[in-house]
């Protein structure tokens, strides 16, 4: 910041400035994290999955990315699903709502309720604490949990007035949270229709309290004189570090809007 625009403006760029590098840095965080945790490295533009673990496997039956094939959803986990092409492991599960007063399942496409149910029942099986689960979801899931069924984020179900990225309280037993910061290849989880494919899908992660640690140590954001200019400099500092403690807790599926 300039002294000359500081004399001359009425508003405080330099705090806006450690703000905004403050909420750049937890964003930063939160991306890489939920990069991690669904077995994804990179970030948005270069997402590719993630093939070097970080330290040693909390579970020897799990890959590179830390976690277990079998809590990995795709496209071959639905049995009604005739899509286009034979699905094979890693095909994104084509996603639709399934509208009110439908009375049969759609052969082509799965419900995102489904998908959830599906993710409790994976974690049901294999022993997990029911409390404490938690879902991260990105803004097209949440947009076809609306048009599913209106009540589901009606204040009355607990979806009124939750804020930090909260948009339920309770949905087949997980918290529901929404990011723009999940994983996503190619062109994301936009409309790509029904056909088998492995190319442009996002990603959803749910998991329970106990499946990853994260820690903080230096998280600092400072102003200090430009040595070269008449000025003030923002910059900040954020180390932190994560974990899979428990793979068998987290359930990644990958989709894609039909």
């Known amino acids: 910041m300039d002294d000359i625009e500081e004399q001359f403006s009425h508003v405080d760029f330099t705090s806006l400035a450690a703000n905004r590098a403050a909420y750049k840095m937890a964003d930063a965080m939160d991306e ?21 673990a970080s330290g040693d496997k909390a579970n ?11 809590n990995k959803l795709d496209a071959t986990d639905f049995g009604n699903l005739t899509i286009s092409g034979s699905a094979t492991a890693g095909d ?51 947009e076809m949990l609306k048009d599913e069924d209106s009540r589901v984020l009606n204040a009355d179900f607990g979806g009124s007035g939750l804020m930090n990225g909260l948009v339920l309280n309770n949905l087949h037993g997980f918290r529901i949270y ?18 088998a494919q492995a190319t442009n899908y996002g990603v959803v992660v749910a998991g329970q309290d106990e499946a990853v640690a994260s820690a903080e140590q230096i998280n600092k954001v400072e102003n200090y004189r430009d040595p070269d200019s008449f000025a003030d400099i923002v910059r900040g500092m954020h180390l932190y570090g994560r974990k899979i403690l428990r793979p068998e807790a987290l359930i990644v599926a990958n989709y894609n809007a039909a």
Do not use: H
């Not at 890489?32 to 070097?52: F, P």
């Not at 399942?105 to 029911?130: E, G």
């Open 32 to 52: 890489e994290c939920l990069g991690y945790l669904s077995g994804y490295a990179g970030g948005a533009g270069s997402w590719a999955v993630n093939t070097t």
């Open 60 to 70: 020897a039956a799990a890959g590179t990315d830390e976690l277990l094939a079998t």
């Open 92 to 142: 994104s599960i084509p996603l639709a709502p399934r509208l009110p007063g439908a009375t049969a399942l759609s052969a082509t496409t799965v419900s995102p309720l489904t998908v959830v149910a599906r993710m409790a029942r994976k974690l049901d099986v294999q022993n997990v604490d029911a409390r404490g689960r938690w879902m991260v979801v990105d803004p097209i899931f949440v």
């Open 178 to 195: 929404v990011s723009n910061n999940l994983p996503y290849l190619g062109t994301g989880a936009g409309t790509n229709g029904t056909t």
